[in-house]
């Protein structure tokens, strides 16, 4: 089925348009655009090249995608985005293209939501299914593993990362790296625990969680520093995946990890896990 596009919308001759593409009212695709095939893209969007947008994405009104990296060093050089497939990408969100140092490349993966005023700033990294609430804020070359949550207003500084299946709360100032499996929360950031919901909701067995939180207690509330933890947990949890991803990503932080916990009594934290 050839694309559809409204007469007021304004295609560049070189954008390449896949079949079934819908493109609204008013919207704006730029030169060396590749749009996958039945993406959606509403009124009033903009996609600016050299971008891949892949298949089956819903982009909504007023959306910008593409534009150029907000980086006083960027010197017009070559740079793009990718975006994977069935993402849904809501009012107002913004991903911009990378840097000639930073890699050239910002990319998006598959099955994510980016709600309303969410941005992705240039050369950053976000894997797949992962959520961003309104007005969560990336800065550049950040990495935001697959399975994460975002909250409303979160904010994560240059090169942080997020790990897999992370819950960074509402309004939340990410200076370090945030752990995967865990809720992060708060200005000066604290954990507060495993995210045991989200992940049953991800399909983690109890016995699963069970050995994630195990293994928090020995890297959180052991009084045993970094290293001698992580040793501790290659030894009790030898061939455990998940483990052993928590243990790569500790290991390559490279401005180290939150590990602070709550301070108020009452507060729900690893202890009553």
């Not at 009012?91 to 930073?102: A, I, L, S, W």
């Not at 109890?206 to 009084?223: D, K, N, P, W, Y």
Request: net charge positive; hydrophobic share 40%; glycine share 12%.
């Amino acid at each position: 089925m050839s694309a559809r596009i409204h007469p007021s919308a304004v295609v560049d001759p070189a954008a390449r348009i896949g079949p079934d593409v819908v493109i609204g009212p008013h919207a704006v695709v730029g030169a060396d655009v590749e749009v996958g095939v039945g993406t959606e893209i509403r009124a009033h969007a903009v996609l600016q090249g050299p971008a891949r947008i892949g298949r089956e994405n819903r982009i909504h009104p007023h959306a910008c995608l593409g534009g150029d990296p907000q980086d006083l060093k960027y010197a017009g050089e070559h740079v793009a985005l990718e975006v994977g497939d069935r993402n849904v990408i809501r009012e107002f969100v913004t991903f911009h293209r990378g840097t000639g140092k930073g890699g050239g490349l910002t990319r998006v993966g598959d099955d994510n939501l980016f709600m309303v005023s969410a941005h992705v700033a240039h050369d950053c990294q976000v894997g797949s299914r992962t959520i961003f609430a309104n007005c969560a804020t990336l800065a550049g070359h950040v990495e935001v593993h697959d399975d994460a949550i975002i909250g409303a207003f979160a904010a994560v500084q240059q090169y942080g990362r997020v790990g897999r299946h992370g819950y960074i709360g509402g309004f939340t100032r990410l200076l370090t790296d945030a752990l995967p499996f865990v809720k992060t929360v708060g200005l000066r950031p604290v954990v507060l625990g495993v995210n045991r919901i989200g992940l049953q909701r991800k399909g983690f067995d109890a016995e699963r969680v069970r050995t994630l939180q195990r293994a928090f207690r020995i890297l959180l509330r052991s009084g045993l520093n970094s290293s001698q933890a992580l040793e501790r947990l290659a030894v009790e949890f030898p061939g455990q995946e998940d483990v052993a991803y928590l243990i790569d990503f500790v290991r390559s932080a490279r401005r180290g990890v939150v590990r602070a916990l709550p301070t108020r009594r009452g507060e729900e934290g690893l202890a009553e896990e």
